[in-house]
């Protein structure tokens, strides 16, 4: 199941880019025809091969003889000016062979010569010129069922068409553009193991083709979309940086420290490996997430589901956020967001706007200045590595761990090696996580904490982070969350007079943490 493009594929014939330059031989003498005698035939010595065959790469060139119309006697021919790529050459014959070892369009003037005179042409010869790489779409290097990716073509000659060779996911092609060689393709609705689509690209000005292998995998976040306009959206934003530390995100931080993510890797990008981990973590943690609002577990709202979604992805072009540590007046155009960031107080692992009981505001809970706001996972994962006894820090994921961590994205059957250790340790650190985050969003939808006497409350700031607590909103926290969601202004409502001049959240709750060794609470 592995994604990469295919090789470069078999070529076809390529045109010439340029016209003819020639040059016309003479005619007859300067008296010309005799009287009566029959017109001659013109006799201008004209090159015919128009267009010559691609070549690839390091692989034997087809053998092929430049063709000439009206040759007087013997004929020698030579390159005029230009260039034939390296590794093939033109003989006094006009055969061109050889192996080319350069990529790229090589132009050149070919030149024949007979015993009256000369003539010459513009031809070229492409070298694995025409290439197709898919600009958007893929994750880890997958597609998604359901969502499309971005064909480009470049080096082509003339308009690119795009067609299926093998169908294995059901996909179909969408917004196709030839003129400048893109198109779109979106896999089919896949259940299960993934699958195989095959493609081609042809480009109509050189004869090239291209074969396109892309890697289907049915969607994980299918149900972890944004609900405008019917639910508040909140987004879980795993990218702000605030911890003295190499790593490029406080979330990549806690990655590293909960062994899912490797040591060394620093850089925004990190090992496929890594990758592969960081997007089942924030997925898992979706997973564990929505059931605590009575969602269903994939994201989808269920028969009692409360509403509020959570999408993978931040929403884009159209939607707006509030900057951190600020919030906006509801909207059906905006969503609210808890960020992923460093806290500097021991004992505090989050920290959220309080916000009225109309819930009319966007609130944006992450860290800005000295201002703390969000989930602090640099606080929490410690914590979660002491109570489920993690093991993965002393051996973090790396490439032997792929297939368990595609299996596990993918909700697919163990192929063995750390599946099992993977799949504790992440869904304890999940649904830790998920906690905090609901505790948090809670106090941002209005709810104060609980009394401590009821330890399986979510919004209980001293219940533990461990294999054997449980984590819900009591009925009378339910109650309010149907009330209060999704919120003033939230679904499209306009908002009445008293709340469009309200004032915002009230300041941030400060959660404690009682106990911070293997039993943290909030």
Same mark, same amino acid.
Request: hydrophobic fraction near 40%.
């Given at each position: 199941?592995?994604?990469?493009?295919?090789? /470069?594929?078999?070529?076809?014939?390529?045109?010439?880019?340029?016209?003819?330059?020639?040059?016309?031989?003479?005619?007859?003498?300067?008296?010309?025809?005799?009287?009566?005698?029959?017109?001659?035939?013109?006799?201008?010595?004209?090159?015919?091969?128009?267009?010559?065959?691609?070549?690839?790469?390091?692989?034997?060139?087809?053998?092929?003889?430049?063709?000439?119309?009206?040759?007087?006697?013997?004929?020698?021919?030579?390159?005029?000016?230009?260039?034939?790529?390296?590794?093939?050459?033109?003989?006094?014959?006009?055969?061109?062979?050889?192996?080319?070892?350069?990529?790229?369009?090589?132009?050149?003037?070919?030149?024949?010569?007979?015993?009256?005179?000369?003539?010459?042409?513009?031809?070229l010869v492409a070298v694995d010129v025409l290439g197709i790489t898919i600009t958007s779409g893929l994750t880890v290097g997958d597609a998604w069922s359901g969502r499309a990716v971005t064909l480009a073509a470049s080096g082509n000659a003339g308009?690119?068409?795009?067609?299926?060779?093998?169908?294995?996911?059901?996909?179909?092609?969408?917004?196709?553009?030839?003129?400048?060689?893109?198109?779109?393709?979106?896999?089919?609705?896949?259940?299960?193991?993934?699958?195989?689509?095959?493609?081609?690209?042809?480009?109509?000005?050189?004869?090239?083709?291209?074969?396109?292998?892309?890697?289907?995998?049915?969607?994980?976040?299918?149900?972890?979309?944004?609900?405008?306009?019917?639910?508040?959206?909140?987004?879980?934003?795993?990218?702000?940086?605030?911890?003295?530390?190499?790593?490029?995100?406080?979330?990549?931080?806690?990655?590293?420290?909960?062994?899912?993510?490797?040591?060394?890797?620093?850089?925004?990008?990190?090992?496929?490996?890594?990758?592969?981990?960081?997007?089942?973590? /924030?997925?898992?943690?979706?997973?564990?997430?929505?059931?605590?609002?009575?969602?269903?577990?994939?994201?989808?709202?269920?028969?009692?589901?409360?509403?509020?979604?959570?999408?993978?992805?931040?929403?884009?072009?159209?939607?707006?956020?509030?900057?951190?540590?600020?919030?906006?007046?509801?909207?059906?155009?905006?969503?609210?967001?808890?960020?992923?960031?460093?806290?500097?107080?021991?004992?505090?692992?989050?920290?959220?706007?309080?916000?009225?009981?109309?819930?009319?505001?966007?609130?944006?809970?992450?860290?800005?200045?000295?201002?703390?706001?969000?989930?602090?996972?640099?606080?929490?994962?410690?914590?979660?590595?002491?109570?489920?006894?993690?093991?993965?820090?002393?051996?973090?994921?790396?490439?032997?761990?792929?297939?368990?961590?595609?299996?596990?994205?993918?909700?697919?059957?163990?192929?063995?090696?750390?599946?099992?250790?993977?799949?504790?340790?992440?869904?304890?650190?999940?649904?830790?996580?998920?906690?905090?985050?609901?505790?948090?969003?809670?106090?941002?939808?209005?709810?104060?904490?609980?009394?401590?006497?009821?330890?399986?409350?979510?919004?209980?700031?001293?219940?533990?982070?461990?294999?054997?607590?449980?984590?819900?909103?009591?009925?009378?926290?339910?109650?309010?969350?149907?009330?209060?969601?999704?919120?003033?202004?939230?679904?499209?409502?306009?908002?009445?007079?008293?709340?469009?001049?309200?004032?915002?959240?009230?300041?941030?709750?400060?959660?404690?943490?009682?106990?911070?060794?293997?039993?943290?609470?909030?």
């Amino acid at each position: 199941m592995r994604r990469r493009l295919a090789p /470069r594929g078999i070529h076809a014939l390529l045109p010439a880019l340029m016209l003819l330059l020639a040059a016309c031989g003479g005619g007859g003498g300067s008296d010309g025809p005799a009287a009566g005698a029959p017109p001659s035939t013109p006799t201008g010595l004209t090159i015919t091969t128009e267009t010559l065959p691609a070549g690839s790469e390091n692989t034997p060139y087809a053998a092929t003889q430049l063709q000439a119309a009206n040759v007087q006697g013997l004929s020698v021919w030579s390159v005029a000016s230009g260039s034939l790529p390296s590794g093939l050459t033109l003989d006094g014959n006009g055969m061109i062979t050889g192996t080319p070892t350069e990529i790229g369009s090589f132009g050149f003037v070919a030149r024949v010569d007979d015993e009256v005179t000369m003539a010459t042409r513009n031809l070229l010869v492409a070298v694995d010129v025409l290439g197709i790489t898919i600009t958007s779409g893929l994750t880890v290097g997958d597609a998604w069922s359901g969502r499309a990716v971005t064909l480009a073509a470049s080096g082509n000659a003339g308009s690119v068409t795009y067609s299926v060779v093998s169908n294995g996911s059901g996909g179909s092609f969408t917004a196709a553009n030839p003129l400048a060689g893109t198109a779109s393709w979106t896999p089919g609705p896949l259940s299960g193991a993934g699958a195989v689509d095959s493609l081609l690209a042809a480009d109509t000005g050189s004869g090239q083709t291209f074969p396109i292998v892309i890697s289907a995998m049915p969607n994980p976040a299918d149900g972890h979309t944004a609900a405008f306009g019917s639910s508040d959206v909140w987004f879980l934003d795993p990218s702000p940086k605030e911890g003295d530390h190499d790593y490029a995100t406080d979330f990549h931080h806690a990655l590293a420290t909960a062994g899912f993510r490797a040591t060394d890797s620093t850089d925004a990008t990190g090992t496929e490996a890594d990758q592969l981990a960081d997007l089942y973590v /924030r997925i898992e943690i979706l997973r564990q997430l929505n059931p605590m609002f009575l969602r269903n577990a994939d994201g989808t709202a269920g028969a009692q589901g409360l509403a509020i979604t959570f999408p993978l992805d931040e929403p884009g072009a159209g939607y707006t956020k509030a900057a951190p540590a600020s919030s906006l007046l509801g909207s059906p155009t905006r969503y609210s967001v808890m960020g992923f960031v460093r806290g500097s107080q021991t004992g505090v692992i989050g920290t959220a706007f309080l916000d009225q009981s109309t819930n009319g505001w966007h609130e944006n809970d992450t860290t800005s200045g000295s201002f703390e706001l969000g989930v602090f996972t640099n606080q929490i994962v410690p914590i979660v590595n002491s109570s489920y006894s993690n093991a993965l820090p002393a051996n973090p994921v790396g490439a032997a761990d792929i297939p368990a961590l595609e299996a596990l994205l993918y909700e697919l059957p163990s192929p063995g090696g750390r599946f099992n250790t993977l799949r504790t340790q992440a869904r304890g650190l999940a649904r830790s996580l998920a906690a905090v985050i609901a505790h948090e969003i809670g106090h941002s939808l209005g709810l104060d904490h609980t009394d401590p006497s009821e330890p399986g409350s979510i919004m209980n700031p001293a219940a533990s982070l461990s294999p054997s607590a449980t984590y819900a909103f009591t009925s009378a926290d339910i109650t309010a969350l149907q009330t209060g969601l999704p919120g003033a202004g939230k679904a499209g409502a306009a908002l009445t007079a008293l709340q469009a001049t309200a004032p915002g959240p009230r300041p941030v709750e400060v959660c404690h943490c009682r106990a911070c060794n293997a039993h943290g609470s909030r």
